[in-house]
Nanobody, 123 residues
Framework: QVQLVESGGGWVQAGGSLKLSCAAS????????MGWFRQAPGKEREFVAA???????YYVDSAKGRFTISRDNARITVYLQMNSLKPEDTAVYYC?????????????????WGQGTQVTVSS
């Protein structure tokens, strides 16, 4: 079992930055692919970014150039640095872990999920 706990969400004005953290439990964290998803009110959960077990990163087009996903295997934590935030980035952000260690932008491929952290960007 892996437990994931997100933190770092909050309120920010458009153009601002936030850094989300996801602390994980478990000895095999380094073997997992980690992803960030988000869900806005009335919308489906959508992929934001992922990092596989080799450290290769992937982003949804809307996040490219603005968001950076990274992982610290020693601290068993994954991060999402979000810059140039826009009101449309407002959502609950979820951290997820995928046991196969590979990239996926499909939520169904992820085995463990955190409880989510709210990000609100005002215009």
């Amino acid at each position: 079992q892996v437990q994931l706990v997100e933190s770092g969400g909050g309120w920010v004005q458009a153009g601002g930055s936030l850094k989300l953290s996801c602390a994980a439990s478990g000895r095999t964290f380094s073997n997992y692919a980690m992803g960030w998803f988000r869900q806005a009110p009335g919308k489906e959960r959508e992929f934001v970014a992922a990092i596989n077990r080799h450290g290769i990163t992937y982003y949804v087009d809307s996040a490219k150039g603005r968001f950076t996903i990274s992982r610290d295997n020693a601290r068993i934590t994954v991060y999402l640095q979000m810059n140039s935030l826009k009101p449309e980035d407002t959502a609950v952000y979820y951290c997820a872990a995928c046991r196969n260690g590979l990239y996926s932008d499909y939520a169904g491929d992820y085995d463990y999920w955190g409880q989510g952290t709210q990000v609100t960007v005002s215009s």
